[in-house]
């Protein structure tokens, strides 16, 4: 199935998106429609023909739960309501703990990476089996950026997706942006990726900017995209032209002249026969002289499912998830093997994402608090992990700020009416607050 070159879908462009020219299809992120309520720009992008895909972010297939059978059906009434040639998802987990570790269950909030590992390769696998017997369209999993590796993996990034793919008959949404970020991150070749993926399999491709900070790579969608980027878009293409290619922009959106700029660059990077076979000196990428492969016309239907190997490696990755996740959001501290220093760069990373959609959903609270928003958000977030959504989230940290932070007068009486205005109720003393933590405590 061809898709040609596409945009991701957002509120904040939707005019601009609907007036850009050349745009084949969109992807819109599944859990921000409703099936009965779709915007009205989508509406009118379908009706002009426009193919819209929906893109899940919070199934966690790559967890060591099974599937939720309500989150599936979420993702097929979607699909259904989209009129979606497909459904995508991520090979990451974003929860752990709970029923099968006998611990309190944690929402990382963000795309966390599984372990390349046969054990993790073959509870992964089962719970893909159980997506694509639940979902009415194919389904195609993205690799995702990381700041840091599992330790004791079995595989290379291209290794397991091409066993996955041998076992599942899954499609791939291959990230070219996050193949440059593990590189930069993790010391991982696109270019050997790309070797050993199996390309045939490839559904479409996510081209992505992002920005370098000391040494680390940020996957931001919130700038432009760069040359190391585009260079790993036209190694992929010196071996297959991919069905589909689109532009992710999440956040900070540019004019609309210089979202068709990137669009025109991707189209490029695509398409002209000069940029075939692009090295990036210096950077990994190896030149290659051999012409593009042509789309192979490949029907991936499952293989034959063998029977599942019992739960110890599903309990065991349970394990390992809920122990590095408590590390990531509660606090805790690193598991053994892993990159101390750069899973603390993760779990700073997580904490001012969360502080992010907690201002975007509560605008009023970085109004009060000021300069102040961020460490105050820092200190009450680092060892408290979100419970309950965003919403809950900014309630609590609220009520946090106003027993433990420094607050001018004013500060603390506009702090108290929006807490107020919210729970209807008086926020606790600091007595209040001890007590019911002593008694958390008594209770675990």
């Known amino acids: 199935m061809q898709l040609g070159v596409g945009i991701g879908w957002r509120p904040e462009i939707a005019d601009t998106i609907e007036a850009l ?180 399999a490839i559904a479409y491709v996510h081209v992505a900017g992002g920005v370098e900070k000391d040494g680390v790579w940020h996957d931001t969608h919130a700038h432009p995209v760069t040359e190391p980027v585009l260079e790993v878009l036209a190694e992929l293409r010196s071996r297959v032209s991919p069905p589909g290619v689109l532009l992710e922009r999440d956040e900070d959106f540019p004019p609309a002249q210089e979202l068709a700029a990137e669009l025109s660059l991707i189209r490029e990077s695509v398409g002209s026969p000069q940029l075939v076979g692009v090295s990036a000196t210096g950077r990994g990428l190896r030149p290659r002289t051999s012409a593009p492969q042509a789309p192979e016309r490949l029907d991936f239907a499952p293989p034959a499912r063998p029977e599942p190997d019992g739960e110890a490696p599903r309990s065991n990755l349970a394990l390992a998830q809920a122990s590095l996740l408590e590390a990531l959001v509660a606090g805790g501290p690193v598991p053994e093997g892993f990159d101390g220093p750069r899973v603390r760069v993760q779990a700073r990373a997580l904490v001012a994402k969360r502080a992010g959609i907690v201002a975007k959903l509560a605008p009023e609270l970085p109004r009060v608090l000021g300069p102040g928003f961020r460490p105050a958000f820092f200190a009450y977030a680092t060892s408290r992990p979100l419970r309950g959504g965003y919403r809950r989230d900014a309630l609590d940290f609220a009520e946090h700020a106003l027993v433990h932070a420094t607050l001018y007068p004013a500060q603390r009486r506009d702090l108290t009416h929006w807490w107020q205005d919210r729970t209807d109720a008086r926020p606790p003393s600091r007595t209040t607050r001890l007590v019911r933590a002593a008694a958390a405590l008594v209770r675990r």
């Open 21 to 200: 020219p050349g745009i084949d299809w969109v992807e819109v992120v599944a859990e921000n429609i409703c099936p009965g309520h779709l915007p009205d720009s989508l509406l009118r992008l379908r009706a002009r023909g426009t193919k819209v895909v929906p893109h899940g972010v919070s199934l966690g297939i790559g967890g060591a739960d099974r599937p939720d059978p309500v989150s599936l059906a979420s993702l097929a009434a979607r699909a259904e309501a989209l009129g979606a040639p497909l459904i995508t998802e991520h090979i990451a987990f974003v929860r752990a703990g709970g029923a099968l570790t006998a611990s309190r269950a944690l929402e990382a909030g963000h795309l966390l990476p599984v372990p390349r590992t046969r054990d993790a390769l073959r509870v992964l696998c089962e719970n893909v089996r159980i997506a694509q017997d639940q979902l009415p369209v194919p389904l195609a999993l993205e690799n995702i950026a990381a700041l840091f590796s599992w330790p004791g993996e079995e595989l290379t990034e291209g290794q397991f997706l091409a066993e996955l793919v041998e076992r599942t008959g899954v499609r791939l949404l291959i990230d070219v942006a996050n193949l440059h970020t593990n590189r930069v991150n993790r010391g991982e070749d696109p270019a050997r990726a790309l070797d050993e993926l199996p390309v045939e």
